[in-house]
């Protein structure tokens, strides 16, 4: 069953600390892997998405790496500002990348 | 600017009394879908559609209906909604891009159905 694990569930850093939230996937045929934000309210929006052949990703100050052996992608934020409180969903696209299967996201609190 | 426009953005009915969830994209894409979020489960598909008149089922289409009569438009429509349907409801307009299919999302739907 094609599925998308993330961890840890939750997450509360301070300010200016950087993190690191984990996604394992078991989705085949593999078509590429994403990393959405989600703000409390709204719809998610995209930050990265990597291929097969491609190992890390930037946006800023979010760094996204995937390991396609192992099936496991990061998703690294450094600096944490106030702004990046949010949901953090890890979205794997099979065959042609029409095809998503959702993680259940992790919930990233950045406090002052 | 590009965007996915849904509405209304709440909603509280009463189980049985038919409603539909607008959506309208402005950027010409020809894939759309229709998901559901709710705690701990992540997003979940419930129908998608490829082009105009052609809708298929995702993950968990029971009790949900589409229509595409026109690309911009991908509305959802619940006959005869019940409790198990209140969630919160996001349509996504996909661009193919270089293979990567870039998804935009709309704002969501939040509806309580009592």
């Known amino acids: 069953k094609n599925q998308v694990e993330q961890s840890p569930q939750s997450l509360i850093i301070l300010e200016g600390k950087n993190c690191t939230l984990q996604c394992n996937y078991t989705v085949s045929p593999f078509s590429n892997l994403r990393w959405y934000k989600q703000d409390t309210g709204r719809g998610p929006v995209s930050l990265t998405i990597?291929?097969?052949?491609?190992n890390t990703k930037s946006n800023g100050r979010y760094t996204a790496t995937l390991d396609a052996d192992t099936k496991q992608s990061s998703l690294h934020i450094t600096a944490s500002q106030l702004s990046d409180s949010a949901s953090y969903i890890c979205v794997v696209a099979d065959n042609y990348g029409q095809n998503f299967v959702f993680g259940p996201g992790t919930r990233l609190s950045v406090l002052p | 600017e590009a965007q996915v426009t849904q509405n209304p953005r709440y909603l509280i009915t009463v189980t049985g009394k038919k409603l539909t969830v607008t959506c309208s994209q402005n950027?010409?894409?020809?894939?759309m879908s229709w998901y559901r979020q709710d705690p701990g489960l992540g997003l979940r598909q419930i129908y998608y559609s490829m082009n105009v008149e052609v809708t298929d089922k995702g993950d968990v289409p029971e009790g949900y209906k589409v229509s595409r009569k026109e690309k911009r438009n991908f509305p959802l429509i619940l006959e005869s909604p019940s409790p198990n349907q209140t969630s919160l409801y996001f349509c996504a307009s996909t661009l193919s891009w270089g293979g990567k299919n870039i998804q935009y999302f709309g704002a969501g739907t939040r509806l309580s159905v009592l």
């Open positions: 950027m010409n894409h020809e894939y």
């Open positions: 990597m291929t097969f052949s491609e």
